[in-house]
């Protein structure tokens, strides 16, 4: 699907993207890494400063795709120079090094209060102008959102890749969630309650909680409950 949508922006004249997706936002940030879906075509380099060393955080794009929904061109960043506070600054000065100027970001809507799902696209760094993307976009938009939209909705319905659960795991949490106690669960499993509880354990500690609850919660939204 993502290099499939590569391909697409690629021939429109796009040819960097940064996806990112997650359940788990809320006023005060974004959370764990781990928690969120992450893909991109950009070199490591660039990565490394703008991920890596947590710079997406306070991207002034990435504030606008948390805040509203559809299009907008990263000439919002000129507009808005005078607004932004200096950690927000200090992503566009990297930016503007690593020659990442000249873009579109699209912010998906979602109903649910912590999703927040996003995709910023840019021009090969240091070549072309906004103008240039603005260009592109007046051409290809509406097609690259149609697209970028339908693949959005499946990526989202994948298991997340860093918190994958063992079968047994899955096994387990989905019969808690099933209302079933740890005695049913190892009856109908035919384990033992210390084995239950094991699985229990080691699930909660791959979804980094503290309750099973927690745990049965957090697998939903990571797409591994009844789903194998």
């Given at each position: 699907?993502?290099?499939t949508v590569l391909e697409r922006l690629k021939q429109a004249g796009f040819h960097h993207a940064l996806y990112?997706?997650?359940r788990f936002h809320t006023d005060s940030g974004f959370g764990d890494n781990n928690d969120h879906l992450f893909l991109t075509n950009f070199?490591?380099?660039y990565m490394k400063g703008y991920f890596l060393e947590g710079r997406y955080r306070n991207g002034p794009m990435v504030r606008w795709a948390v805040e509203n929904t559809g299009a907008c061109s990263w000439g919002w960043i000129r507009d808005n120079l005078h607004n932004l506070n200096d950690k927000e600054r200090e992503?566009?000065?990297f930016n503007q090094k690593s020659g990442v100027t000249a873009g579109?970001?699209?912010a998906f809507?979602?109903?649910l209060k912590r999703a927040?799902?996003?995709?910023g696209m840019s021009l090969e760094p240091h070549s072309g102008t906004q103008e240039d993307a603005d260009a592109i976009w007046a051409e290809h938009g509406a097609e690259i959102e149609l697209i970028c939209g339908v693949a959005h909705?499946?990526?989202i319905s994948l298991p997340l890749p860093k918190r994958i659960l063992t079968k047994r795991q899955r096994e387990v949490l989905e019969w808690i969630g099933d209302g079933k106690t740890v005695g049913d669960t190892a009856q109908i499993l035919g384990l033992n309650k210390a084995t239950v509880e094991k699985h229990l354990r080691l699930a909660r500690e791959s979804l980094s909680v503290e309750t099973t609850a927690q745990a049965v919660l957090k697998a939903s939204f990571h797409n591994q409950m009844f789903t194998f």
């Open positions: 699907m993502w290099e990112g997706f997650t070199g490591p380099e992503v566009v000065d579109y970001t699209l809507p979602h109903s927040k799902g996003a995709i909705l499946k990526l």
